[in-house]
C-alpha cells in the first residue's frame, strides 16, 4: 500500500513535526527573555525610585556610590518571600536571625569610606553579600568575611552567579581580618561591636577609613569612622544606627 499522503505537508510528516516543535521551542525562549527583559525594566525603575527618594536626598551625595546603589540588583539578595520588598526603606531578614541592612545605611557607610577605583577593602560580616557587591562596583577588590558557614556559602555562590569577579568570601571570625591581604584602605564592618577590634585598626593603612557601629548589642549603637593618621587613630560619631551583634567563634 502506498504511505498516506498529507495534502497540507508534503514530505515526511515527522520532518515538519520537527520543524515546528524547533520554531515553538525559539518562540517560548523568546518570549521567556522578553518577559525577563520586562521584569529587569521593573525593578531598574524600582531601584532609580530607591536611590532618588530614600539616598540622594537624604544626604549622599558621592556620584559612584548612587552609580552602585543604582546598578547592583538588590532584589536578587533578598530570600524570594521579600521580593516585592526588595527596594523597600528598611532592612530584611536573610535568616539565620541576620539581615540585610537598610539601603540608605548601605549608601551612607559607602560614601563614609570614600572608595576610589585601585583600592582594596575588608568587609566583615557578608551576610547576603550585597554590601559586597556595592562596594565591588566601585573599588578594586573586596574581601568579606562572615561567620555563619550557611550564608557565607550562598554568598559566595550568589555573587559569582552574577558575575562578581573582584570578591573573595572567606568563612571565619572577622576579629581576626584577614591578615594574608592587609593592609586595606578601607574597612566596612556590618555587625555591632562593643568596641574596635585591635586587629583590624592593625589591619588598617596609614590614611585609611574604617567604618563600624559600636555599641551594646540589642540596643541603638553609634555608627562611628575611624581614620589613621599618622600612626595616630580619631574617630568620629556619625549616627544611631541597629546592628545585628558582632559574635565571636566558641
Ligand atoms: N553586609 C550584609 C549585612 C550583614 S548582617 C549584607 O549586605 O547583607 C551582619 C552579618 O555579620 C551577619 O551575617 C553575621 O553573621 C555576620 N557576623 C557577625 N559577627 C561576625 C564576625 N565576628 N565575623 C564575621 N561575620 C560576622
Known amino acids: 500500500m502506498a504511505p498516506k499522503q498529507y495534502a497540507f505537508l508534503p514530505g515526511r510528516p515527522t520532518l515538519w513535526v520537527g520543524i515546528f516543535t524547533v520554531l515553538a521551542g525559539i518562540l517560548g525562549c ?5 518577559a525577563a527583559a520586562s521584569d529587569d525594566a521593573r525593578y531598574a525603575a524600582r531601584r532609580e525610585a530607591m536611590v532618588r527618594s530614600q539616598i540622594a536626598t537624604q544626604g549622599v551625595t558621592d556620584p559612584a556610590t548612587l552609580r ?8 536578587r539578595f ?5 521580593l516585592s520588598n526588595a527596594y523597600d526603606n528598611r532592612p530584611l531578614p536573610i535568616g539565620y536571625g541576620q539581615t540585610i541592612s537598610q539601603p540608605y545605611i548601605v549608601a551612607a557607610m559607602t560614601e563614609s569610606i570614600r572608595p576610589r577605583p585601585e583600592h582594596r577593602v575588608l568587609e566583615i560580616g557578608t551576610g547576603s553579600g550585597y554590601q ?3 562596594l565591588a562596583e ?3 577588590n573586596v574581601y568579606t568575611i562572615e561567620i555563619i558557614p550557611e550564608l557565607g556559602g550562598t554568598a559566595r555562590e550568589r555573587l559569582r552567579n552574577l558575575g562578581y569577579k573582584n570578591i573573595e568570601v572567606r ?4 576579629y581576626d581580618g584577614w591578615p594574608e591581604q592587609a593592609p586595606f584602605d578601607a574597612i566596612v564592618v556590618t555587625a555591632a561591636a562593643e568596641y574596635i577590634p585591635p586587629p583590624l585598626l592593625k589591619q588598617l593603612k596609614e ?13 541603638t549603637q553609634m555608627l562611628m569612622l575611624v581614620e589613621k593618621k599618622g600612626g ?6 556619625l549616627m544611631p544606627v541597629m546592628f545585628v551583634p558582632f559574635r565571636r567563634s566558641p
Not at 523568546?30 to 522578553?34: P, Q
Not at 568563612?171 to 572577622?174: E, F, K, L, P
Not at 595616630?232 to 560619631?237: A, G, K, P, V
Request: charged share 15%; aromatic share 6%; glycine share 8%.
Open 138 to 140: 566601585i573599588v578594586r
Open 132 to 134: 559586597a557587591a556595592i
Open 68 to 75: 552602585a546603589m543604582a546598578a547592583v540588583q538588590r532584589h
Open 232 to 237: 595616630e587613630i580619631t574617630t568620629r560619631q
Open 207 to 219: 590614611g585609611g577609613r574604617m567604618i563600624i557601629p559600636v555599641g551594646a548589642p540589642f540596643f
Open 78 to 82: 533578598v530570600p524570594p518571600s521579600y
Open 30 to 34: 523568546a518570549l521567556l527573555v522578553a
Open 171 to 174: 568563612i571565619a571570625d572577622g
